[in-house]
């Protein structure tokens, strides 16, 4: 989306890039509100202390980390995922807020485009844990905002030496973001056993 949606880009197309950025980021916090109000609203119709059984908290442990696992690419394996992104043929072809909130809200939903880390699917497990609406909405809301916000690492990008600089300067934040998300993935997969074997 950096180099889609861009203050260079959307001056070019005669887009404001602040018009097409705000309707991205809340497109996104509304899709990721959507969906953790329907997995925390799904979690609180389960059987009362099914979500806090030790087996099933055992078992959320040990999915989480796999995924760390599978986020290493260990044994070549990949993430489980669609092969879809959003459909660049939008720009320049819709208005600037048309495509703004279309992209938005489809990465705000987290999983009908290519999922490049299990930190996706563990958003999700811990929407359904929640076992209430509100808390899920809050979960996901908070999910559709962060995924957004890079976004904004673009806005004083003017020209395409400018932009070129900027991806390069991402591109050295991409191994220690990738190890923070796997050790989160342990740390909540360690928190769940202890939960699970205390409890």
Do not use: K, N
């Not at 929640?130 to 976004?151: H, K, M, N, Q, Y």
């Not at 806005?155 to 300067?169: E, I, K, S, Y």
């Amino acid at each position: 989306m950096l180099s889609s949606i861009s203050p260079l880009g959307e001056r070019a197309r005669g887009a404001r890039w602040s018009v097409v950025t705000t309707a991205y980021i809340l497109s996104s916090l509304l899709a990721g509100a959507l969906v953790g109000l329907l997995l925390g609203g799904l979690g609180s119709l389960l059987p009362h202390g099914l979500l806090t059984h030790p087996v099933v908290l055992l078992t959320m442990a040990a999915l989480l980390v796999l995924g760390a696992v599978l986020d290493t690419r260990a044994g070549g394996h990949a993430v489980p995922s669609w092969h879809r992104q959003v459909d660049e043929g939008w720009i320049g072809t819709y208005r600037g807020w048309v495509t703004g909130t279309g992209f938005g809200f489809q990465l705000g939903l987290g999983v009908v485009t290519i999922i490049t880390s299990t930190t996706t699917y563990a958003v999700l497990l811990l929407e359904l844990l929640t076992g209430s609406w509100w808390a899920g909405a809050l979960v996901g809301a908070t999910f559709g905002l962060v995924r957004a916000l890079p976004l904004l690492l673009v806005r004083g990008v003017q020209t395409p030496q400018a932009l070129h600089d900027t991806f390069r300067r991402l591109t050295t934040w991409a191994a220690p973001v990738a190890t923070l998300a796997r050790a989160v993935l342990l740390l909540a997969g360690a928190a769940l056993t202890a939960i699970a074997l205390t409890g």
